[in-house]
């Protein structure tokens, strides 16, 4: 018998690993987002796997009148929202009370406000990343063949320091300079300049 928290625990961790995107984009301000369906499709076959059902109840409602840029009437509400969290299996519960706010020119801005607050409902109580990290062949870290910039100057000094012919070190690792010497020759060129240090000392 699994509680509604240890269900939310497990919803959370399917979400971690697919995200939802910000595929959504604001057509006036350009900004993206994550709409209602995309938080619904994702959402949906994972409570329903997990048994975890998400009950919307109004608490309150507001609507005033404002008006657009062209002088048309925009309606502007106001939802505050309770959602239960509850588990089929034992039929524990946890309720996320969250506002939720929208101006539509039509008879659309209560449906607005019912999807952002349902929205922001599931984003704060799965914590929905924007990505996923789900398969570690996904992505693939490049690492430079070549010794990084700090240790390229490093190798100058101590050639200075010790008047070893920076040209003979090129050669021996084979690059036209310093930033191409290979990464797996730095510790040996390193160690060499060091033991003729010590031969001077």
């Not at 497990?10 to 301000?29: E, F, H, W, Y």
């Not at 619904?40 to 008006?67: C, D, F, K, M, Y």
């Not at 920076?166 to 300079?177: E, N």
Request: charged share 25%.
């Amino acid at each position: 018998m699994k509680t509604v928290y240890q269900l939310i625990a497990a919803v959370s961790a399917d979400l971690a690993r697919t995200g939802i995107s910000k595929a959504q984009k604001n057509d006036q301000q350009g900004y993206k987002f994550r709409g209602i369906d995309d938080v619904l499709n994702a959402l949906a076959p994972i409570l329903a796997t997990h048994g975890l059902v998400i009950l919307p109840r109004v608490i309150a409602r507001s609507q005033t009148e404002r008006t657009n840029a062209r002088g048309g009437v925009l309606f502007y509400v106001v939802a505050e929202v309770e959602f239960d969290f509850v588990s089929s299996h034992d039929g524990s519960k946890h309720t996320v009370k969250v506002f939720g706010e929208a101006m539509d020119s039509g008879d659309k801005a209560t449906n607005k406000a019912m999807s952002a607050a349902y929205k922001y409902a599931a984003f704060q109580a799965f914590c929905i990343p924007t990505e996923g990290d789900n398969d570690a062949d996904k992505t693939t870290h490049e690492v430079s063949p070549f010794v990084t910039w700090a240790q390229a100057n490093q190798i100058e000094a101590l050639a200075e320091e010790h008047g070893v012919d920076l040209a003979a070190i090129l050669k021996y690792a084979k690059a036209k300079t310093t930033a191409e010497i290979p990464a797996n020759l730095f510790a040996t060129i390193v160690a060499n300049l060091e033991k003729k240090a010590k031969k001077e000392a």
